[in-house]
């Protein structure tokens, strides 16, 4: 994975200053010292903050800049072991480093530490986090009050740099660690050069590991990764948490990590484990799937009840030559703060613990220190209790023999394999006992284990509480029964994967006669079933006198043999065919108890697989449900597990299934915000689980039916229902009458061949690509603007910078169509706007082959649509689907669709082409002379990097010109497709590079009638960057444009083509430009390192989302077009958003002319326009104003002067943050040779074409006014006085400079004083 970003060749001169010197040393990438730290802030803008660090974490780019040196590392046994490293020092934890660089002390007591600011209300949750600078605390509390999820100073300074903050405005929770202002004192103590260290992703690295971090969801985000993979030896990295003082039993951890790189596919995977270290003891919480796809997965860990304190390790071992890249970001922490003491009066069922809180009285005496403080588990109170902990055997427990068998084990017997508990229950220790059941796979036999208790007499006062681990499959499960009279009766059933947890389970027994209790475990393929601390109550008292129940027998080997499911007629089928959506039981019964119930005869296939105090029931309607829940539902209802977590209720194992499919259902919730309903799909074997539908509470009663897409997923999953309510605030929730609604794979809608689609009615045949990260979303604008249909219609959209897109791609899919004959156009209309916009994609997927690229765009093409078209070709005998995809490799933005449209026949000539996804269309005279390459891939000397994307990755068309690919005067010829005269004249653009020395030249030819005319040469260039070239091109019939290559001898050299755009009228000058029919050659530079924005192309028409002037100065009108930006972009991110030219030739004399508007407020106005000359001198500014409002359109007039080749440059930048408003350029006029007239070379006040007018017409009636008053007192006056001896003399008023102040190397105008502030 590459961090930041890492240097590559450019062109001969840079424009912009460099980020920073990035080196690899040790083993790892190392960054600036020091940097800013990155965070988003409430309402989505970008914050900063500098931390520091004591060089253990080795952080890129910035916090903690001591990096770990180079030298041999020491060998690593440790890799499959639990056993930490050898042990570290670990330095006190520094003060954070404020802006001005003092350390800011953190007081507690109530007062306000120095250099606090006010607290931060998160936009995400109602919590109100503090704001302000993270450091130890230096307050009166006792050291055993610090890191124990307790705020005990009222700034809760007392929770910082725990492994955690005090709170996450990113994520909007308490004692969270996202990573965005420092390390939250999580230290690196690997042995090894594989290490972790704090980085940021790099856009420039795409699909080398995350592109963007979890937390903010950008590449400006920040995580800890781990960097310098082992090449010959298996290594582990280590990442350790503070000293955390103590843990509740309901404390869990939450933290998302992402792994990516080419030993994915290897047989021998990476492994990520979190353990937990106190005394002298090692745990193991948690391990990463054995198999798991590229992305963000969340892990969720339960350490359990810790009474001292303790550690976190977080380690990624690798295998040799593996090669992957672990990323770790937002580290969560609930309900881990033991309970505070309280005085209120308990309820019924309750009773009050030592400490003064209540507690259900079915809570005391079962195996968990609830209260926090032991009383709950006091000894002399629970000693009616009868406890087995299998440390010493089974305790009258009776395990029947047979395989599989209930086994008595630990953890450290067993071993670190996936779904083996790596702890028991009772002491939290590798060394407990517990008993298990092994997989089939593992025992080598198949069926139930059983264990029984002994007899008990009749009761209605028995309960047992035992803790179950059901880990690793989703078929597992464990039985509950009491048995009677050799007849069993099931009281509780656990089926599918808890996770990596003890589960709390009880059971209570109300039985007439003498009884049995009888546990039962079927362990899944590759999964284990465990139970510890079985806890009976009093009530359970063993029958002396009569004989023993007696247990069922044993079932009999049943007909079908392993992996196989038995069909209720009779009779066996795979169990992969079990609830994939095709009946294969003559009765249908294989697609029975799949999940498509009522709840009439029980959950039909849901299985509750909730930890916590909630969990999924059958109940029945009563008067409350109203109309949508009728008769059985299913409901939350009050749960036994000691977690405080939402509940969950899965379906069996279902699929694959098409694209059509989906889940009905009936819902209602009565609950407060908090609480919620979801729907979710998890793919156990990409390891990845994805949100589909959610409801929120909403204070009252919300409900009705919903359908849920689930789409095409060609791997079996699990659809979960997840709630969330507060039972004893009388909250609830339910569903009824689920259906799953063409789901089989074969299965398509009317409408899947309709390709062609104005989505004024629908998506016709295109559809949501459900594994999708993020989404296509039909609407009528949303403030992006208006579609291409009507103006006023339906069109889709894609939006990068939505709260919820997270991941790095959204799809829009075909279904499959019919084999194409011949080849066929798909035309369509798109748009691509925003500062940092990311890609969007169409692509073609033949069946059972790999997807091709047929079109491609990335970057801002600014707030208008742009017409595509990409050719289909012939499949033969093969089905085909076309895809269109939305890269989130930018995040600022948005993507829109409209007016596809499918026509028979091959494509017209491409009236843009950036050769990212072919050739468009264009022949070489010579085979092999021009190759279509990027710099990364090609096997041609070319340009280190493309024009449209300005990287490595990106194509080009190039021709070799040394003496031996292209002899002297020999000639290469590139010819492109014919071009349609769609105006009286058209200009043909396109940029071109030639390399240093004797590179050859290039001809530019328009072919007409088979008739050629020469209409531009380029033989010598200055430096080896892309220039652009254009031509005006007349033609009455269609016409095409031939580039010709002829070698010059030289040893080397190439000549590279790029870009190349037709568009109607004549081409405008270099570097001039009205914006009505494009932006002229004037963009944004793409290199994502600069972190800079891109500046806009829009209309006057009013977006919500792109603000800016209402009328454009060519036209004056809302149709007319001009480039602008939004400066409340400008923050951490990206300090400047540019708009550079065309390379222009040296000038002695020439004159720069635009028109500007500026709509900032003076109190945000902390910013500048500037106009800067960059070439291989340097840079100069020319000219600049100050933010201000500008009242509408001003001109400029600048003066050009450069010995050499350069470019001119308008920059946006600020110097602080926030600044807020736009602005926004038209009309620019670059004269080359003809310098600015005199008296005109410093900008002045200029208005709208409008606003004088109107100025003009009400001078003129002001005048006139003026004028007949003044005559007739005039009249009045001389009637009285008498003739007058002279007049006075006449004196004309100068006309000052107003607000324009001068400077050596620059023109300054300051804001113009508002009328209100001169009264």
Not at 695 to 703: C, D, E, M, N, T
Not at 727 to 751: F, I, K, R, W, Y
Not at 1105 to 1114: A, F, L, M, S
């Amino acid at each position: 994975m590459t961090l930041l970003s890492v240097g590559r060749k450019m062109p001969r001169f840079s424009c912009f200053p460099k980020t920073g010197a990035e080196t690899q040393h040790g083993g790892a990438m190392e960054g600036p010292c020091p940097s800013p730290g990155r965070a988003l802030a409430p309402h989505g803008h970008v914050g900063t903050g500098l931390a520091v660090g004591d060089g253990d974490g080795g952080d890129v780019g910035g916090v903690g800049c001591r990096g770990r040196g180079g030298g041999s590392a020491p060998r690593d046994d440790a890799a499959e072991s639990s056993a930490l490293p050898p042990a570290r020092s670990q330095t006190g934890e520094p003060g954070r480093m404020s802006p001005a660089g003092h350390v800011c002390p953190v007081t507690c007591g109530g007062h306000r530490a120095r250099g606090l600011s006010s607290p931060v209300v998160s936009p995400v949750a109602v919590t109100v986090l503090p704001s302000g600078p993270t450091s130890v605390s230096s307050c009166s509390s006792a050291a055993e009050q610090l890191c124990n999820f307790i705020c005990d100073c009222s700034n809760c300074s007392d929770e910082n740099q725990c492994g955690y903050l005090r709170g996450s405005a990113g994520l909007g929770t308490r004692f969270a660690c996202d990573f965005e202002e420092g390390d939250c004192g999580w230290r690196d103590i690997s042995t090894s050069a594989h290490r972790w260290v704090r980085g940021q992703a790099s856009l420039d690295a795409w699909g080398t590991g995350p592109h963007s971090d979890h937390t903010v969801g950008t590449d400006l985000g920040w995580f800890m990764v781990t960097v310098s993979p082992p090449a010959k030896t298996t290594a582990t990295a280590w990442l350790r948490s503070p000293a955390m003082r103590e843990a509740a039993a309901t404390c869990e951890i939450r933290a998302w990590y992402h792994l990516s790189g080419s030993g994915l596919n290897q047989t021998e995977q990476p492994v990520l484990r979190l353990a937990m270290a106190y005394g002298d003891e090692v745990v193991g919480l948690w391990r990463s799937p054995e198999r798991s796809a590229e992305g963000w997965h969340q892990l969720i860990a339960y350490p359990g009840r810790v009474a001292e304190q303790f550690q976190l390790i977080f380690s990624l071992t690798q295998p040799p030559a593996c090669g992957a890249t672990l990323a770790l970001d937002d580290i969560i922490f609930r309900n881990c703060g033991l309970q505070e003491p309280g005085q209120g009066v308990c309820g019924a069922g309750e009773s009050r613990c030592g400490q003064g809180s209540c507690l259900a009285r079915h809570r005391f005496c079962d195996g968990t220190d609830d209260c926090g403080d032991g009383s709950d588990e006091d000894a002399a109170q629970c000693e009616p209790f009868v406890l087995c902990s299998f440390e010493e055997g089974l305790c009258g427990w009776e395990a029947e023999a047979g395989q599989p068998a209930w086994e008595r084990n630990t953890s450290l017997s067993l071993g670190p394999a996936y779904g083996i508990p790596p702890r028991d229950h009772s002491s939290n220790s590798g060394a407990g006992f517990f008993l298990h059941v092994g997989n089939a796979s593992a025992t080598g036999a198949s069926g139930t284990a059983r264990l029984s208790s002994p007899t008990f007499q009749a009761t209605n006062s028995c309960s047992l509480v035992l803790y179950c681990h059901l880990h690793g499959s989703a078929t597992s499960s464990l039985l509950i029964s009491y048995v009677t009279n050799a007849t069993k009766h099931l009281v509780r059933e656990r089926t599918g994967d808890l996770g990596s947890c003890w589960v709390r389970e009880r059971v209570a027994f109300d039985v007439t006669e003498s009884f049995k209790v009888l546990i039962e475990g079927v362990a899944g393929d590759a999964g284990t079933v465990a139970i510890d601390d079985l806890i009976l109550s009093p009530g359970c008292v063993q029958e002396l006198e009569k004989p023993s129940a007696a247990l069922p027998s044993r079932a009999g080997a049943g007909p079908c043999v392993a992996e196989e499911v038995a069909c209720d007629s009779g009779g066996c089928v795979s169990a992969e065919l079990a609830c994939d959506f095709a009946e294969t039981c003559a009765d249908g019964s294989d697609e029975k108890r799949c999940g498509e119930t009522t709840f009439e005869a029980g959950t039909g296939g849901w299985h509750d697989v909730s930890v916590g105090r909630l969990r999924w029931g059958v109940q029945m309607a009563t008067e409350l449900a109203d109309a949508v829940l009728t008769g059985a539902f299913l409901a939350l209802e009050a749960g036994e597990g000691q977690m405080v977590a939402a509940a969950m209720a899965r379906t069996p194992v279902l699929g694959p299934s098409g694209p059509a499919c989906a889940l009905e259902m009936s819902y209602r919730i009565h609950s407060g915000p908090q609480g919620f309903l979801a729907v979710s799909v998890a793919d156990h074997t990409a390891g990845t689980t994805q949100l589909a539908w959610q409801v929120s509470g909403r204070g009252g009663v919300a409900g009705g039916h919903v359908r849920v897409p689930l789409g095409e997923r060609p791997r079996p999953f699990q659809v979960e229902l997840l709630g969330l309510v507060d039972l004893q605030d009388s909250a609830s929730a339910g569903v009824d009458n689920v259906t799953l609604v063409q789901c089989h794979p074969a299965v398509t809608p009317p409408e899947a061949t309709e390709l062609s689609c104005n989505f004024e009615r629908g998506t016709c045949g295109w559809y949501q690509d459900q594994a999708s990260d993020f989404g296509w979303v039909r609407g009528t604008g949303q403030g992006q603007g208006s579609d291409h249909t009507t103006g006023s219609g339906y069109f889709l959209a894609a939006d990068p910078s939505a709260p919820w897109s997270r991941g790095q791609r959204a799809q829009l899919v075909t279904y499959y169509q019919d084999p194409a004959a011949a080849p066929r156009c798909l035309s369509f209309w798109y748009r691509l706007a925003g500062p940092q916009i990311g890609t969007l994609n169409l692509k073609l997927r033949l069946e059972g082959a790999e997807e091709t690229v047929l079109w491609t765009r990335r970057g801002t093409q600014g707030s208008v649509w742009h017409r595509g078209q990409a050719m289909l070709p012939a499949t033969g005998q093969q089905r085909y689907r076309v895809a269109f995809e939305a890269l989130r490799d930018g995040f600022l933005g948005d993507m829109a669709l409209d007016d596809v449209a499918l026509t028979a026949g091959p494509c017209g000539a491409e009236l843009s082409c950036s050769f990212e996804a072919d050739a468009c269309g264009m022949a070489a005279s010579v085979p092999g002379a021009w190759l279509r390459q990027s710099n990364g891939t090609g096997t041609a000397a070319g340009p280190p990097a493309d024009h449209t994307t300005g990287t490595a990755t990106g194509h080009y068309m190039v021709v070799s010109t040394g003496r031996g690919s292209l002899p002297a005067r020999t000639v290469a010829a590139l010819t492109s497709q014919p071009y349609q005269p769609s105006a009286p004249a058209q200009c043909l653009a396109f940029w071109y590079q030639l390399s240093t020395g004797t590179p050859g030249s290039l001809g530019v030819f328009v072919e007409e009638s088979g008739v050629q005319r020469k209409v531009l040469s380029v033989s010598a260039m200055e430096g080896d960057a892309w220039h652009r070239g254009h031509v005006t091109v007349r033609a009455d019939d269609d016409w095409q444009a031939i580039f010709e290559a002829v070698g010059a001898g030289g040893d080397h050299g190439y000549i590279a083509l790029d870009d190349l755009h037709v568009s109607d009228g004549a081409c405008p000058e270099p570097a001039s430009c009205d914006f009505e029919r494009d932006t002229c050659g004037w963009s944004s530079p793409p290199d994502p390192r600069l972190h800079t924005f891109a500046w806009g192309w829009k209309s006057g028409v009013p977006l919500a989302k792109y603000p800016g002037p209402e009328q454009d100065h060519t036209l004056g009108t809302g149709n007319g077009h001009y480039v602008h930006f939004d400066t409340s972009m400008l923050g951490a991110g990206g300090t400047a958003a540019r708009l550079e030219s065309q390379l222009l030739p040296a000038a002695a004399d020439s004159c720069l002319r635009f028109w500007y508007h500026m709509d900032i407020p003076e109190h945000l106005a902390c910013g500048e326009l500037r106009v800067t000359l960059c070439s291989a001198a340097g840079r100069r500014t020319a000219w600049s104003v100050a933010g201000h409002r500008s009242r509408g359109w001003r001109d400029a007039t600048v003066p050009v002067q450069s010995t050499s080749e350069f470019q001119i440059i308008f920059e946006v930048t600020t110097r602080r943050w926030p600044m807020e408003g736009t602005v926004a350029l038209d009309d620019v006029v670059y004269s080359a040779g003809s310098g600015c007239h005199s008296g005109t070379a410093v900008p002045v006040r200029g208005k709208a074409s409008g606003v004088f007018v109107a100025e003009v017409v009400l001078g003129l009636l002001l005048g006139i006014v003026v004028l007949g008053l003044g005559a007739a007192g005039g009249w009045y006056w001389l009637k009285r006085r008498g003739p007058v001896s002279g007049t006075p003399a006449a004196s004309d008023t100068l006309q000052g400079f107003d607000n324009i102040t001068f400077r050596d190397d620059k023109v300054i105008i300051t804001p113009v004083q508002r009328e209100e502030d001169e009264a």
